[in-house]
């Protein structure tokens, strides 16, 4: 005789970590409670302002929430203060990266005026009203340094990767260590080696010397990256070459460059991106000018040295232009950064 | 026809390559050697340069903490040591590295672990980004606006903690400190040892990460006991790369540290600098025999931060391959 | 003239032996079950792959005897691959002209003889596509044009109807047919499906 069987009610089926209203409630109103109390803190002691109030509320919320989750037993507990103190972590670490986005916006947007991005400092100081001046002079000068820079590093930074990845000669175990070795230069030294050779042989700081320090500084990079993105052909492409009768050289050139040629694209950008922004090199290479120039054999202006000398005036307007200067310099960086990761997304698509 | 009785010889299996690809070949090669040339080159000037700095003061250039040019007109009287520098540099990028280092982690936790698919892309993204702020802007920031914060912080801390010695300011001159500095240089490598730490704690292996969670574990315990383990190396390696970016930052420390020539462990107090910075401030109006002592300074920090990087492009590579 | 196989054939722990020749103008199919190594005895006549004993022999020359070889791009031989391996990043008449320029024929030369190639195929008109535009029996047309166009030794076609819908099949089987009357090639086709190269085929030849 069979017995029916009361059907056993089925747990309903639950995803183990998803984040339930309860939990959602529960949390807030710990953060909520954390606020409050790191207010008062803030009010009492001395550890004022937000930075105050933030270090309040990172040691509330785990105090907190560990006191309501003790009662789950401590695992739980640990587990929650874990997931609390390392939300709290990355919102902290947000913080200054903001504050660095929105001070860089609200004061540098106070030294533009419809011909900043037109005018240069030739014939105004850097005390004169906002008015007056502009940044033309560093734009001009940034844009010939990395344009001149990305002509020789970027070719050679690609004979380098294929050098590792199509010829695999014998030394490229070698030339790919000696990249990561270059990569790790300091931008200062780079500066120093152009001062030692060439400033001092060719009697002066030029525009030469500051494109000749990015070029070290770019080439691992634009190596490097091209070094990935040439791995990406398969080797069935070059396989069904050869097969047809091509020459490495032809196969490398028709084949296998055309069809990374966004990465490579990326991979120079990504290598201007970082040289842009490099201070310290120019300081002891192209040195800095105030008129707008295109003359490679004498100093020329830049955006960093123009933010960096404007800085060092101590004058008011001065340092504005300084930050006005940082808000063209963000933008650019911006810019090329969005650039080179359409051009990334594209080609992962194909 | 096969031949059955005898086994046919060991061929040498060589490549003749056509003249159009030997040429291919050959100019492939000079180009990727042209790095090598480079770098032996920096390293070839810089000794060339400095060398009479080092054969006039020897090791205690390194050692010695007064940098004092004398009279401009005989070198003999120049005393002229870049150690507290070095330990600037060491100092702050030390501090960098102990703050940035737990909040890579937990950044990289929270990415990997913690934050909605959907956003984990958005969030690489913006790491990517916050990495390539240059360093002047972050310069120029701290000096306006961290610069401030950290000086009312330091009164404070200096009053409860000053019975250690670090944290100890006689002077009571706070301001541009190792630690601003050192802060500074911490925001400015978290990206890095973030990227490098996502990289490692995402190829935690997953199934025993599952296999923690199907154990009844929590997702902190799965942390704690599989991917951090795992981890560690890739972690170190990373922390390593910062502390080579560290060492070598020039202009954020030159706008948050003066340059004072006198080893100081004061971490809150307005003394320091590093070897970069000294660098480009003494540049400007340098006698030339101190050129030659900037140059021989340069060789010092570019051998510093080769070894720093060599050591941590090992570590990263070992903890891949470990993958 | 002909060519001639009998060798043993294979990598790490797989291997197959095969024998048989093959005339000018002569068409053999090659079956066999899937991994039953037609591809890799494709590749081992073409020079990709090396065979382990045995020789090949075209024209009375050693291709591949063991001590003796022959690299891939002096053969002449050339392979339709079963991926295809269309260059994604040059147009339909470049991709069918990059033999002879390979071999060092002027750009007009290649050009014009690629149009005939296309047009061969059926596809007078597409010159000026991209391959990742195409259907999969255009694409493998042109790969056939691809190899044609070259007048190969040998023409080695691996799986050419596996990426056709039943469809597409009797239409690239008169392709096929067309291509081959009439030339010198001495021919391999590879099928998993006898009936796909049955009227195609003189001789054919089980693995």
């Known amino acids: 005789m069979t017995t029916a069987l009361a059907p056993t009610a089925v747990p309903a089926q639950r995803r183990p970590w998803n984040r339930r209203r309860q939990t959602v409630v529960r949390s807030g109103i710990l953060v909520l409670a954390s606020l409050a109390i790191s207010y008062g803190l803030t009010e009492t002691t001395e550890l004022g302002g937000i930075l105050g109030f933030y270090l309040g509320l990172a040691l509330c919320l785990p105090v907190l929430v560990f006191a309501e989750s003790i009662r789950h037993g401590w695992n739980v507990a640990v587990d929650r203060v874990a997931a609390s103190v390392i939300v709290a972590a990355f919102g902290a670490v947000l913080i200054p990266w903001a504050s660095i986005f929105l001070t860089v916006y609200r004061k540098g947007s106070k030294a533009f005026h419809a011909g900043y991005l037109t005018e240069d400092m030739r014939i105004t100081p850097s005390s004169d009203p906002l008015q007056f001046g502009g940044v033309a002079h560093a734009i001009v000068g940034t844009l010939i340094m990395v344009l001149i820079a990305s002509a020789i590093a970027v070719p050679l930074g690609i004979t380098a990767a294929v050098y590792i990845v199509e010829v695999k000669g014998r030394f490229a175990g070698f030339v790919r260590f000696l990249t990561q070795a270059m990569s790790g230069v300091p931008s200062i030294v780079a500066g120093l080696f152009i001062y030692a050779t060439v400033v001092i042989f060719f009697g002066g700081f030029s525009a030469w010397a500051g494109a000749l320090a990015y070029v070290i500084l770019m080439l691992p990079t634009v190596a490097r990256t091209a070094e990935e993105v040439l791995k990406l052909v398969p080797d069935e492409l070059r396989s069904a070459s050869y097969a047809l009768g091509a020459s490495q050289a032809r196969t490398t050139f028709r084949v296998v460059l055309p069809t990374i040629a966004s990465g490579l694209v990326t991979s120079a950008i990504l290598g201007v991106a970082r040289v842009a922004g490099e201070t310290a090199p120019l300081i002891l290479t192209a040195s800095y000018f105030v008129a707008t120039s295109t003359n490679l054999n004498e100093p020329i202006a830049s955006l960093p040295i123009y933010i960096f000398s404007s800085l060092g005036l101590g004058d008011d307007n001065a340092t504005t232009r300084a930050w006005g200067g940082s808000l063209v310099l963000l933008i650019v960086v911006f810019v090329l950064f969005a650039l080179a990761r359409t051009l990334s997304t594209r080609l992962s698509r194909k | 026809m096969t031949d059955t009785a005898t086994t046919p010889e060991r061929r040498r299996l060589t490549t003749n390559y056509t003249p159009v690809d030997r040429v291919f070949r050959g100019s492939m090669t000079a180009g990727a050697l042209f790095s090598l040339v480079v770098l032996a080159l920096i390293a070839a000037f810089l000794l060339y340069r400095g060398f009479e700095i080092f054969s006039d003061f020897g090791f205690s250039f390194i050692t010695g903490e007064v940098w004092n040019i004398g009279d401009p007109m005989d070198t003999s009287t120049a005393v002229l040591g870049i150690g507290a520098m070095l330990v600037g540099s060491v100092l702050t990028a030390v501090i960098a590295i102990l703050i940035a280092v737990p909040f890579a982690m937990s950044a990289a936790l929270f990415i990997e672990y913690y934050a909605p698919k959907s956003v984990r892309t958005a969030l690489t993204a913006l790491l990517d980004l916050v990495a390539a702020i240059p360093s002047v802007i972050y310069g120029i920031w701290g000096y306006a606006v961290l610069l401030p914060i950290v000086e009312d912080w330091s009164v404070p801390l200096e009053r409860w903690l000053d019975f250690i010695p670090i944290f100890d300011v006689p002077s009571g001159i706070f301001g541009r400190s190792p630690f601003l500095a050192g802060l500074l240089l911490s925001l400015m490598i978290t990206p890095i040892v973030t990227s490098v730490a996502r990289e490692v704690y995402g190829q935690a292996p997953r199934d025993l990460v599952d296999a923690s969670y199907a154990l009844g574990g929590t997702k902190w315990g799965a942390i704690r006991n599989v991917v951090l383990p795992f981890g560690r190396s890739g972690l170190v390696g990373g922390a390593m790369l910062g502390l080579g970016r560290a060492l070598g930052e020039t202009v954020a420390v030159y706008l948050t540290l003066n340059l004072v020539f006198d080893i100081n462990f004061r971490i809150l107090g307005s003394a320091g600098g590093n070897v970069a910075s000294l660098i480009a401030t003494k540049f400007g109006e340098a006698t030339p025999y101190e050129l030659k002592a900037l140059m021989a300074a340069g060789l010092v920090l570019f051998l510093v931060t080769l070894l720093v990087n060599f050591l941590a492009t090992v570590i990263v590579n070992r903890s891949r391959r470990i993958v | ?207």
Do not use: W
Not at chain 3, 44 to 59: K, M
Not at chain 3, 82 to 103: E, I, K, T, W
Not at chain 3, 148 to 170: G, K, M, Q, Y
């Open chain 3, 1 to 207: 003239m002909t060519l001639q196989v009998d060798a043993t054939f294979g990598r790490g722990g797989f291997n197959r032996h095969a024998a048989f020749e093959v005339a000018p103008g002569a068409v053999l199919g090659l079956v066999g079950a899937n991994g039953s190594g037609k591809s890799t005895l494709l590749h081992t006549i073409a020079g990709i792959d090396r065979v382990r004993s045995g020789r090949i022999v075209l024209d009375g020359q050693v291709l591949d005897d063991g001590t003796e070889f022959v690299e891939p791009q002096d053969r002449r031989c050339v392979v339709v691959f079963q991926d295809l391996r269309l260059f994604p990043a040059m147009s339909v008449l470049d991709n069918v002209a990059y033999g002879p320029r390979s071999h060092g024929a002027p750009r007009a030369d290649a050009h014009a003889r690629a149009r005939e190639a296309l047009a061969k195929v059926g596809l007078a008109g597409f010159e000026g596509r991209r391959p990742d535009g195409l259907s999969g029996g255009e694409r493998q047309r042109v790969a056939i044009a691809r190899a044609v166009v070259t007048n190969p030794a040998v023409l080695l076609l691996d799986e050419p109807f596996a990426s056709v819908d039943a469809d597409s099949r009797p239409g690239l089987r008169e392709v096929l047919r067309g291509v081959l009357t009439g030339s010198e090639a001495r021919t391999v086709i590879v099928s998993h499906d006898p009936s796909d190269i049955a009227d195609l085929a003189a001789t054919v030849v089980r693995l």
